[in-house]
């Protein structure tokens, strides 16, 4: 029997609408549907909207939330996050990475691009708790040809790892950053991304120590430099983007280049305002969101990161007319779910029915003249009631299977993480 879904009286674009899922897929958006023997979700007093997705985070950091604030990015990775990430087992990861699918689950997101250590650690946590993850294979190889070589292989070896997992996880490769990864270990990624078709995750143009540093030592700025290379490519997918010139903007657009902005990470590292957000979308460049890891944003919730995109991109422009909330909720939805080559971010037949159930009875949604500008505005991720991925149900009426003992190891597994 074919697995069926229909939610009821669900709001979409100010009319009441029932959904029919079917297996995966949404497979019919009108009124009065009927289907028999499917699951009946009774939306009333609830709007529909595509589930979210996270196009930058390190999932199992949230082992560090709270654990070292206040702090510049360099500073902050080399005296507290790298020695810490360095005694990580594969179960703190694990438990890490649960506690984020449970919060991004809570807050809407049904999709993130991830980059981490520990690839199994996240992958299980991402298989058992049903969510969409990309999971991105690290490299750093500091410019030592021994390491380099061994990337390579823990890059191939990855590779086949996820085969042993459901379509929901998908491969992609994360060379971490242009100050930790040589460019010849950078040049073969490229290549294997495109003999195994798949995204390139990089962290790039974040800081102005990182600019400086990559003129003083390879001769060009971050995104020049990766255009001597050869490796700008449409697989790549950046994280940051926060200093690019207008030639670079071009780079970007001419190669088909995506960027994901991280509102929140940006201004508690005090990195720097990702101000040519706006002159990138003008350009043509794909620009998503993400919250980047639990310890520089603090939170995964993506309704936070449209606020703070928007709001900050019209702040530095001086403009209140640039990044509206529409706009916020097309660059978390369906644009972040391009960048990830996946057919969901739209409520369409024939889309993955990849969905969230926002509970307007709240004040945040009070009144309720533009549910967009609620949603953007007003809301955070608490608002949501209901999160279906892949055309299962994750979360229903606020409550998540298996929450409390996620709570607990994930705690248990912190504390004993920086004590060791
Ligand atoms: C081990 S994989 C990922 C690596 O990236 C580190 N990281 C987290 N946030 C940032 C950031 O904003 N810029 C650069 N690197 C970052 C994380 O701690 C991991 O070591
Ligand atoms: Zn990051």
């Known amino acids: 029997m074919i697995h069926r879904i229909l939610i009821k009286q669900a709001e979409l674009n100010q009319q009441k609408v029932d ?47 709270g654990f070292a604030d206040d702090m510049k990015l360099m500073p902050w990775l080399e005296q507290k996050i790298w020695p810490n990430e360095a005694k990580m087992t594969r179960e703190d990861v ?14 809407g997101t049904t999709t993130f691009l991830d980059m981490y250590q520990k690839f199994r650690g996240t992958a299980d946590a991402v298989e058992e708790m ?27 070896k990855l590779y086949s790892v996820v085969d042993e997992y459901g379509s929901r996880i998908q491969y992609a490769l ?38 400086n540093n990559s003129i003083r030592q390879f001769g060009f700025s971050p995104v020049r430099y990766l255009y001597k290379l050869g490796v700008l490519s449409p697989r790549l997918v950046i994280a940051h983007g926060v200093y690019v010139d207008k030639d ?9 280049v995506k960027v994901i902005h991280n509102p929140a990470s940006n201004m508690k590292l005090a990195s720097g305002i990702c101000f040519q957000f706006a002159e990138m979308k003008e350009a043509g460049v794909k620009v998503g969101l993400g919250t980047d890891g639990c310890s520089s944003s603090n939170n995964l919730d993506m309704i936070e990161a449209m606020k703070q995109a928007a709001l900050l991109g019209k702040a530095w422009r001086k403009d209140p ?45 009070t009144p309720n003249f533009n549910f967009v500008s609620n949603l953007v505005y007003a809301a955070n991720g608490s608002c949501v009631d209901t999160v279906i991925c892949n055309g299962k149900v994750l979360m229903r009426h606020k ?22």
């Open 174 to 211: 994360g060379p971490h950053a242009i100050y930790t990864v040589s460019g010849e270990l950078l040049q073969w990624i490229h290549s294997f991304a495109n003999d195994h078709r798949c995204l390139i995750h990089l962290h790039l143009a974040e800081t102005e120590e990182e600019v």
């Open 19 to 65: 959904i029919l899922i079917e297996k995966n897929l949404i497979s019919q958006i009108g009124k009065d549907l009927v289907a028999e023997d499917a699951e009946v979700i009774d939306a009333k007093g609830m709007a529909v909207i595509p589930g979210l997705v996270n196009g930058h985070t390190h999932a199992a950091m949230t082992l560090f939330r």
């Open 399 to 420: 409550q998540v299977p298996g929450e409390a003992e996620i709570l607990e190891q994930a705690a248990r597994c912190a504390y004993n993480l920086v004590k060791r």
């Open 321 to 365: 007319e640039v990044l509206t909330a529409s706009e916020m909720l097309e660059a978390a939805t369906c644009t972040g779910a391009d960048i990830l080559g996946l057919k969901a971010g739209r409520i369409e037949a024939g889309y993955l029915a990849d969905l969230c159930l926002i509970d307007l009875q709240s004040p945040a949604f």
């Open 248 to 256: 670079e903007i071009r780079m970007l657009s001419d190669y088909g």
């Open 130 to 156: 049903g969510i969409r993850g990309y999971l991105s294979a690290v490299c750093f190889d500091r410019f030592d040809p021994a390491l380099t070589e061994k990337g390579k292989k823990e890059c191939e």
């Open 94 to 107: 694990y438990w890490g990475a649960k506690l984020a699918c449970l919060e991004m689950i809570k807050s």
